[in-house]
C-alpha cells in the first residue's frame, strides 16, 4: 500500500528555521515532491528529490532518503507569508508511466510575529 | 500563457444534480490529471490523460463520474447524480512530458462544489 505521514500542524516565529518531515512507504517511488498550499489556493511547486540528499532553492532546501523512506522541508528566514500548509507527495508510477502524486494530508504553519 | 484554468470557480448543486467541470491546461503540457480535496487534507488523485487517452482512473473514480479530453487540449470532468460527500475542490493540473518543467505538475486555482 502506499502512506505518507506528516504532522498535522507546526508553529514557529518568524526569522527563524522550521524543518517539516515526511516518511512514506509506497511502491513504484519516483521522486517525492513538496508543495506550498494557502488557504483557498491551488498547491505550488517547492521542491523535488529523486536521489538522495539535500536540494537547496533560496530560503528552502529539501531532502531525500530513499533507504528510509524520509523526507524534511528546511525553511529559512521565516517570513509572516509562509504561513500555509505543505504538501509531501510522491510520485507512484507502480500503475504504469502514470506519474501521479501521492499526497500526505499536508502540514499547516503558523509563522508567529 | 497564465497558467492552468478551471471554471467555475465555485458551484453549489443540490443533491441528484449533474455537474461538469472544465479545465485549460497550460498550452503544449500533454498530461492532464484530476485531483480531489477535502478539508484538511491532500490532494487525491482521480485520473489521468496523456492527450486525449485517458491512461488511469483511481478507484475513487465512482461510475457516476467520467472525465473527458476530446482534443487533448482542454479537459471536462462530469459528475452525475451528486451526492452530499461529492462536496470538495476539484483540482486539474498539466505537465509537460519533456524540458525544464518535466517533473512539475502544474495545479489550477480549483472549482469548488458544494452539494446541498
Known amino acids: 500500500g502506499q502512506n505518507i505521514d506528516q504532522p498535522t500542524e507546526m508553529t514557529a516565529t518568524e526569522g527563524a528555521i522550521v524543518q517539516i518531515n515526511c516518511t512514506y512507504q509506497?511502491?513504484?517511488?519516483?521522486?517525492l515532491f513538496w508543495y506550498q498550499q494557502h488557504a483557498g489556493e491551488a498547491p505550488t511547486f517547492l521542491s523535488y528529490?529523486?536521489?538522495?540528499g539535500l536540494e537547496e532553492k533560496g530560503r528552502f532546501s529539501s531532502f531525500l532518503s530513499r533507504s528510509k523512506g524520509y523526507s524534511y522541508l528546511l525553511l529559512k528566514e521565516l517570513q509572516m507569508k509562509d504561513s500555509a500548509s505543505y504538501l509531501c507527495?510522491?510520485?507512484?508510477?507502480?500503475?504504469?508511466?502514470?506519474?501521479?502524486?501521492?499526497f500526505g494530508t499536508g502540514t499547516l504553519l503558523a509563522v508567529q510575529p | 500563457d497564465t497558467g492552468v484554468s478551471q471554471d467555475p470557480r465555485h458551484k453549489i448543486t443540490k443533491r441528484g444534480q449533474n455537474v461538469t467541470f472544465r479545465c485549460d491546461p497550460i498550452?503544449?503540457?500533454?498530461?492532464l490529471y484530476w485531483y480531489r480535496q477535502t478539508l484538511g487534507q491532500g490532494p487525491e488523485f482521480l485520473t489521468y490523460f496523456q492527450n486525449e487517452a485517458q491512461l488511469e482512473k483511481s478507484r475513487l473514480l465512482s461510475d457516476r463520474f467520467s472525465a473527458e479530453r476530446p482534443k487533448g487540449s482542454f479537459s471536462t470532468l462530469e459528475i452525475q447524480r451528486t451526492e452530499q460527500g461529492d462536496s470538495a475542490m476539484y483540482l486539474c493540473a498539466s505537465s509537460p512530458t519533456s524540458g525544464r518543467f518535466y517533473n512539475e505538475q502544474f495545479f489550477g486555482p480549483g472549482t469548488r462544489l458544494t452539494v446541498l
Open positions: 528529490n529523486v536521489l538522495d
Open positions: 498550452s503544449e503540457h500533454n498530461r
Open positions: 507527495a510522491v510520485r507512484d508510477q507502480s500503475g504504469g508511466a502514470t506519474n501521479k502524486l501521492i
Open positions: 509506497t511502491s513504484g517511488f519516483n521522486g
